[in-house]
Protein backbone atom coordinates (compact mmCIF):
# COMPACT_ATOMS: atom_id res chain seq x y z
CA UNK A 1 0.00 0.00 0.00
CA UNK A 2 1.70 3.80 -0.94
CA UNK A 3 1.03 5.52 2.36
CA UNK A 4 0.75 10.03 2.32
CA UNK A 5 3.81 11.35 3.31
CA UNK A 6 2.98 13.87 6.39
CA UNK A 7 6.25 16.47 6.70
CA UNK A 8 5.97 19.54 4.59
CA UNK A 9 8.60 21.25 3.06
CA UNK A 10 10.65 24.19 3.98
CA UNK A 11 11.31 25.89 0.69
CA UNK A 12 13.95 28.10 1.38
CA UNK A 13 15.70 25.46 3.31
CA UNK A 14 15.13 22.63 0.70
CA UNK A 15 16.47 24.69 -1.90
CA UNK A 16 19.88 25.44 -0.31
CA UNK A 17 19.99 21.24 0.11
CA UNK A 18 19.37 21.03 -3.30
CA UNK A 19 21.50 23.00 -4.98
CA UNK A 20 24.27 22.33 -2.23
CA UNK A 21 23.38 18.42 -2.73
CA UNK A 22 26.62 16.30 -1.87
CA UNK A 23 27.10 12.17 -2.44
CA UNK A 24 27.50 12.17 0.87
CA UNK A 25 23.52 13.27 1.58
CA UNK A 26 22.58 10.78 -1.12
CA UNK A 27 24.23 7.79 0.84
CA UNK A 28 22.40 9.07 4.05
CA UNK A 29 19.06 9.29 2.36
CA UNK A 30 19.69 5.38 0.99
CA UNK A 31 20.69 4.30 4.47
CA UNK A 32 17.36 6.00 5.85
CA UNK A 33 15.47 3.18 4.02
CA UNK A 34 17.10 0.37 5.57
CA UNK A 35 19.47 -0.46 2.64
CA UNK A 36 23.40 -0.17 2.75
CA UNK A 37 25.07 1.79 -0.09
CA UNK A 38 28.67 0.74 -0.77
CA UNK A 39 28.97 4.20 -1.63
CA UNK A 40 29.73 3.81 -5.28
CA UNK A 41 27.29 6.12 -7.63
CA UNK A 42 26.91 7.91 -10.88
CA UNK A 43 25.26 10.91 -10.95
CA UNK A 44 22.35 10.39 -14.30
CA UNK A 45 21.29 13.01 -16.17
CA UNK A 46 18.29 15.04 -15.33
CA UNK A 47 18.07 18.85 -15.79
CA UNK A 48 14.84 19.09 -13.59
CA UNK A 49 15.78 16.49 -10.18
CA UNK A 50 18.60 15.37 -8.77
CA UNK A 51 19.18 11.39 -10.29
CA UNK A 52 21.86 9.12 -8.81
CA UNK A 53 22.48 5.35 -9.46
CA UNK A 54 23.74 4.14 -5.78
CA UNK A 55 25.42 0.18 -5.57
CA UNK A 56 24.51 -1.47 -2.81
CA UNK A 57 25.63 -4.00 -0.65
CA UNK A 58 24.05 -7.58 -1.30
CA UNK A 59 21.27 -5.91 -3.24
CA UNK A 60 21.01 -4.87 -6.72
CA UNK A 61 21.83 -0.94 -7.52
CA UNK A 62 18.95 1.74 -7.23
CA UNK A 63 17.99 4.78 -8.24
CA UNK A 64 17.66 7.81 -5.87
CA UNK A 65 15.15 10.26 -7.50
CA UNK A 66 15.67 13.72 -4.76
CA UNK A 67 12.67 16.18 -6.18
CA UNK A 68 13.36 19.41 -7.47
CA UNK A 69 11.89 21.33 -4.08
CA UNK A 70 8.66 23.71 -5.07
CA UNK A 71 7.97 22.30 -8.46
CA UNK A 72 5.88 18.82 -7.35
CA UNK A 73 3.79 18.73 -3.63
CA UNK A 74 3.81 15.77 -2.19
CA UNK A 75 0.25 15.46 -3.64
CA UNK A 76 1.47 15.10 -7.07
CA UNK A 77 4.10 13.29 -7.00
CA UNK A 78 2.55 10.05 -4.60
CA UNK A 79 -0.40 10.63 -7.83
CA UNK A 80 2.89 9.61 -10.10
CA UNK A 81 3.72 6.82 -7.82
CA UNK A 82 -0.36 5.45 -7.55
CA UNK A 83 -0.10 5.75 -11.35
CA UNK A 84 2.85 3.69 -12.11
CA UNK A 85 1.78 0.90 -9.49
CA UNK A 86 -1.70 1.17 -11.77
CA UNK A 87 0.03 0.38 -15.11
CA UNK A 88 1.87 -2.39 -13.12
CA UNK A 89 -0.84 -4.62 -11.89
CA UNK A 90 -2.04 -4.32 -15.56
CA UNK A 91 1.00 -6.14 -17.11
CA UNK A 92 2.76 -3.18 -18.39
CA UNK A 93 5.97 -3.27 -17.46
CA UNK A 94 7.17 0.05 -15.76
CA UNK A 95 9.57 0.85 -12.88
CA UNK A 96 7.60 1.58 -10.56
CA UNK A 97 9.01 3.44 -6.65
CA UNK A 98 9.96 0.87 -4.07
CA UNK A 99 8.66 0.77 -0.70
CA UNK A 100 10.13 0.05 2.45
CA UNK A 101 8.91 -1.80 5.78
CA UNK A 102 11.56 0.76 7.60
CA UNK A 103 9.33 3.85 6.03
CA UNK A 104 6.09 2.18 6.87
CA UNK A 105 5.65 1.76 3.41
CA UNK A 106 5.91 4.40 1.92
CA UNK A 107 7.43 5.26 -1.32
CA UNK A 108 8.07 9.02 -0.78
CA UNK A 109 9.90 10.50 2.34
CA UNK A 110 11.59 13.36 3.29
CA UNK A 111 15.37 13.73 3.83
CA UNK A 112 17.40 16.66 4.76
CA UNK A 113 14.05 19.23 3.92
CA UNK A 114 13.87 16.99 0.02
CA UNK A 115 11.55 14.68 -1.04
CA UNK A 116 13.03 11.45 -2.11
CA UNK A 117 12.19 8.20 -3.84
CA UNK A 118 13.76 5.08 -4.57
CA UNK A 119 13.22 2.96 -7.80
CA UNK A 120 14.94 -0.30 -9.07
CA UNK A 121 17.05 -0.04 -11.81
CA UNK A 122 15.62 -1.20 -15.35
CA UNK A 123 17.58 -3.02 -17.24
CA UNK A 124 17.09 -1.18 -21.48
CA UNK A 125 18.37 1.01 -23.51
CA UNK A 126 17.10 3.83 -25.98
CA UNK A 127 16.24 1.99 -29.26
CA UNK A 128 18.66 3.60 -32.44
CA UNK A 129 16.09 2.51 -35.15
CA UNK A 130 12.95 1.59 -35.05
CA UNK A 131 11.18 -0.52 -38.19
CA UNK A 132 7.54 -1.87 -38.71
CA UNK A 133 7.17 -4.03 -36.34
CA UNK A 134 8.85 -2.20 -33.44
CA UNK A 135 6.36 0.90 -33.83
CA UNK A 136 3.36 -1.68 -33.78
CA UNK A 137 4.87 -2.94 -30.42
CA UNK A 138 5.21 0.50 -29.28
CA UNK A 139 1.55 1.19 -30.26
CA UNK A 140 0.28 -1.63 -27.96
CA UNK A 141 2.17 0.00 -25.46
CA UNK A 142 0.98 3.35 -25.69
CA UNK A 143 -2.28 2.27 -26.01
CA UNK A 144 -2.38 -0.26 -22.75
CA UNK A 145 -0.93 3.35 -20.78
CA UNK A 146 -3.75 4.99 -21.85
CA UNK A 147 -6.46 2.50 -20.95
CA UNK A 148 -5.05 2.67 -17.62
CA UNK A 149 -4.92 6.33 -17.91
CA UNK A 150 -8.51 6.92 -19.09
CA UNK A 151 -9.38 4.86 -15.80
CA UNK A 152 -9.52 7.86 -13.90
CA UNK A 153 -8.30 11.13 -14.26
CA UNK A 154 -5.45 12.91 -11.73
CA UNK A 155 -6.65 14.96 -9.13
CA UNK A 156 -3.63 16.80 -8.16
CA UNK A 157 -1.53 16.99 -11.59
CA UNK A 158 -1.83 19.59 -14.22
CA UNK A 159 -4.30 19.62 -17.23
CA UNK A 160 -2.64 19.99 -20.92
CA UNK A 161 -4.18 23.61 -21.28
CA UNK A 162 -3.01 26.72 -22.38
CA UNK A 163 -4.14 28.70 -19.30
CA UNK A 164 -1.49 26.46 -17.26
CA UNK A 165 1.26 25.47 -19.70
CA UNK A 166 0.55 28.42 -22.63
CA UNK A 167 0.33 31.59 -20.91
CA UNK A 168 1.99 31.50 -17.57
CA UNK A 169 5.21 30.84 -20.02
CA UNK A 170 4.66 33.99 -21.91
CA UNK A 171 4.39 35.76 -19.45
CA UNK A 172 7.55 34.92 -17.84
CA UNK A 173 8.97 35.41 -21.30
CA UNK A 174 8.45 39.42 -21.97
CA UNK A 175 11.61 40.16 -20.45
CA UNK A 176 14.00 37.37 -22.38
CA UNK A 177 12.88 37.60 -26.10
CA UNK A 178 15.11 38.92 -27.78
CA UNK A 179 13.61 42.40 -29.12
CA UNK A 180 14.10 41.78 -32.35
CA UNK A 181 11.70 39.16 -32.51
CA UNK A 182 9.81 39.93 -29.41
CA UNK A 183 6.30 41.05 -31.37
CA UNK A 184 6.79 38.49 -33.90
CA UNK A 185 7.48 35.42 -31.26
CA UNK A 186 4.46 36.33 -29.36
CA UNK A 187 2.14 36.76 -32.25
CA UNK A 188 2.67 33.44 -33.61
CA UNK A 189 2.74 32.25 -29.81
CA UNK A 190 -0.58 34.17 -29.26
CA UNK A 191 -1.76 32.45 -32.51
CA UNK A 192 -1.23 28.79 -31.46
CA UNK A 193 -2.61 29.28 -27.58
CA UNK A 194 -5.95 30.52 -28.99
CA UNK A 195 -6.24 28.18 -31.83
CA UNK A 196 -5.48 25.29 -28.81
CA UNK A 197 -7.91 27.23 -26.43
CA UNK A 198 -10.28 26.82 -29.47
CA UNK A 199 -10.21 22.98 -30.38
CA UNK A 200 -8.91 21.42 -26.48
CA UNK A 201 -11.83 19.61 -25.00
CA UNK A 202 -10.90 19.06 -21.83
CA UNK A 203 -13.82 16.50 -21.09
CA UNK A 204 -11.54 14.12 -23.58
CA UNK A 205 -8.31 14.25 -21.28
CA UNK A 206 -7.37 11.45 -19.58
CA UNK A 207 -3.94 10.64 -17.89
CA UNK A 208 -0.69 10.57 -20.60
CA UNK A 209 2.71 10.34 -20.24
CA UNK A 210 2.93 13.99 -21.48
CA UNK A 211 6.59 13.72 -21.97
CA UNK A 212 6.26 10.48 -24.03
CA UNK A 213 9.99 11.61 -26.49
CA UNK A 214 12.30 9.02 -27.34
CA UNK A 215 14.56 9.57 -25.02
CA UNK A 216 11.76 8.37 -22.23
CA UNK A 217 11.70 5.05 -24.40
CA UNK A 218 13.43 1.71 -23.53
CA UNK A 219 13.74 -1.91 -24.95
CA UNK A 220 15.30 -4.50 -23.76
CA UNK A 221 17.95 -6.94 -25.49
CA UNK A 222 17.23 -10.61 -24.27
CA UNK A 223 19.37 -13.30 -25.31
CA UNK A 224 16.11 -14.87 -26.36
CA UNK A 225 12.86 -14.02 -27.24
CA UNK A 226 11.31 -10.92 -28.37
CA UNK A 227 12.92 -7.46 -27.30
CA UNK A 228 10.34 -5.33 -25.07
CA UNK A 229 9.79 -1.41 -25.29
CA UNK A 230 8.89 0.51 -22.00
CA UNK A 231 8.50 3.70 -20.90
CA UNK A 232 10.25 5.46 -18.04
CA UNK A 233 10.19 9.00 -16.43
CA UNK A 234 6.44 10.01 -15.76
CA UNK A 235 7.66 12.94 -13.73
CA UNK A 236 5.58 15.30 -16.54
CA UNK A 237 2.64 13.34 -16.32
CA UNK A 238 -0.81 15.14 -16.99
CA UNK A 239 -4.14 15.03 -17.57
CA UNK A 240 -4.26 15.67 -21.53
CA UNK A 241 -5.31 14.35 -24.97
CA UNK A 242 -3.74 11.48 -26.55
CA UNK A 243 -1.41 12.92 -29.20
CA UNK A 244 0.49 14.70 -27.02
CA UNK A 245 2.43 11.55 -26.61
CA UNK A 246 1.99 10.73 -30.29
CA UNK A 247 3.92 13.65 -31.45
CA UNK A 248 6.27 13.26 -28.72
CA UNK A 249 7.58 10.29 -30.18
CA UNK A 250 8.38 11.70 -33.31
CA UNK A 251 10.01 14.62 -31.55
CA UNK A 252 13.35 15.33 -32.76
CA UNK A 253 13.07 12.51 -35.60
CA UNK A 254 11.88 12.87 -38.76
CA UNK A 255 8.09 11.69 -38.93
CA UNK A 256 6.83 10.10 -42.02
CA UNK A 257 3.25 8.94 -42.59
CA UNK A 258 4.32 5.07 -42.99
CA UNK A 259 5.96 5.40 -39.25
CA UNK A 260 2.65 6.69 -37.56
CA UNK A 261 0.22 4.29 -39.42
CA UNK A 262 2.43 1.52 -37.69
CA UNK A 263 2.13 3.02 -34.18
CA UNK A 264 -1.31 3.98 -34.54
CA UNK A 265 -1.95 0.21 -36.47
CA UNK A 266 -0.63 -1.30 -33.01
CA UNK A 267 -2.47 1.19 -31.01
CA UNK A 268 -5.50 0.15 -32.54
CA UNK A 269 -5.26 -3.23 -31.57
CA UNK A 270 -6.59 -2.44 -27.91
CA UNK A 271 -7.44 1.11 -28.38
CA UNK A 272 -9.39 3.48 -30.65
CA UNK A 273 -7.66 6.39 -32.03
CA UNK A 274 -10.04 9.74 -32.28
CA UNK A 275 -8.72 10.77 -35.99
CA UNK A 276 -9.35 14.55 -35.33
CA UNK A 277 -6.73 14.60 -32.60
CA UNK A 278 -4.43 14.15 -35.25
CA UNK A 279 -3.99 17.96 -36.07
CA UNK A 280 -3.48 18.16 -32.50
CA UNK A 281 0.33 17.41 -33.36
CA UNK A 282 1.17 20.70 -34.90
CA UNK A 283 -0.05 23.09 -32.30
CA UNK A 284 0.84 21.29 -29.51
CA UNK A 285 4.32 21.04 -30.40
CA UNK A 286 4.01 24.89 -30.38
CA UNK A 287 2.74 24.97 -26.93
CA UNK A 288 5.98 22.90 -25.71
CA UNK A 289 8.57 25.16 -27.36
CA UNK A 290 6.55 28.02 -25.68
CA UNK A 291 6.17 26.07 -22.31
CA UNK A 292 9.71 24.87 -22.34
CA UNK A 293 11.39 28.13 -23.01
CA UNK A 294 9.32 29.70 -19.86
CA UNK A 295 10.87 26.37 -17.94
CA UNK A 296 14.57 27.61 -18.89
CA UNK A 297 13.15 31.58 -17.81
CA UNK A 298 11.90 30.42 -14.09
CA UNK A 299 15.01 27.73 -13.58
CA UNK A 300 17.84 30.71 -14.57
CA UNK A 301 18.55 30.99 -10.65
CA UNK A 302 19.56 27.29 -10.91
CA UNK A 303 23.46 27.74 -11.04
CA UNK A 304 23.24 24.81 -13.45
CA UNK A 305 20.95 26.37 -16.44
CA UNK A 306 23.17 29.46 -17.89
CA UNK A 307 25.79 26.59 -18.15
CA UNK A 308 23.05 23.80 -19.74
CA UNK A 309 21.81 26.74 -21.75
CA UNK A 310 24.39 29.37 -22.78
CA UNK A 311 22.76 30.16 -26.02
CA UNK A 312 19.52 31.18 -24.53
CA UNK A 313 20.23 34.74 -23.80
CA UNK A 314 21.21 35.05 -27.41
CA UNK A 315 19.13 36.61 -30.01
CA UNK A 316 19.69 33.73 -32.49
CA UNK A 317 18.12 31.28 -29.99
CA UNK A 318 15.15 33.61 -30.20
CA UNK A 319 15.23 34.27 -34.04
CA UNK A 320 14.87 30.46 -34.45
CA UNK A 321 12.40 29.67 -31.82
CA UNK A 322 10.03 32.77 -33.71
CA UNK A 323 10.81 30.82 -37.08
CA UNK A 324 9.48 27.59 -35.87
CA UNK A 325 6.34 28.76 -33.68
CA UNK A 326 5.44 30.85 -37.02
CA UNK A 327 5.29 28.08 -39.31
CA UNK A 328 3.08 26.28 -37.20
CA UNK A 329 0.84 29.17 -36.57
CA UNK A 330 0.85 30.09 -40.53
CA UNK A 331 -0.35 25.71 -41.13
CA UNK A 332 -3.27 26.27 -38.73
Known amino acids: MLLWVKATLNFDKSTRAFYD???????????????TPTGEYIQLN?????????????HPPVIVKLYRPGRWSRETILEEHFFLQELKEAQMPVIAPMEFKKLKDQTLFV?????????PKGLGRMPQELFKDDYIKI???????????????????PSLKVDEFGYPALDVLVSWVAPE??????????????HLDD??????????????????LLQTDPKEGEKTFFFVDFDDFVNGPVAQDFWMLFSGHSESQQELEWLLSGYEELRHFPDEQLELFQPLRGLRIIHYAGWIARRWQDP?????????????????ETEILEKIAWNL
Not at 21 to 35: I, K, N, R, S
Not at 181 to 189: I, P, S
Not at 304 to 320: G, R
Open 21 to 35: LTPHQVMDAVDETGL
Open 46 to 58: SYENRVFEVKLEN
Open 111 to 119: HNHMYVTLF
Open 139 to 157: GRRLALLHNVGQQKVAKYR
Open 181 to 194: VRTRYFAAAETILE
Open 199 to 216: VLIEENFIRIHGDCHRGN
Open 304 to 320: SFPKLFPQFEDYSYWAE
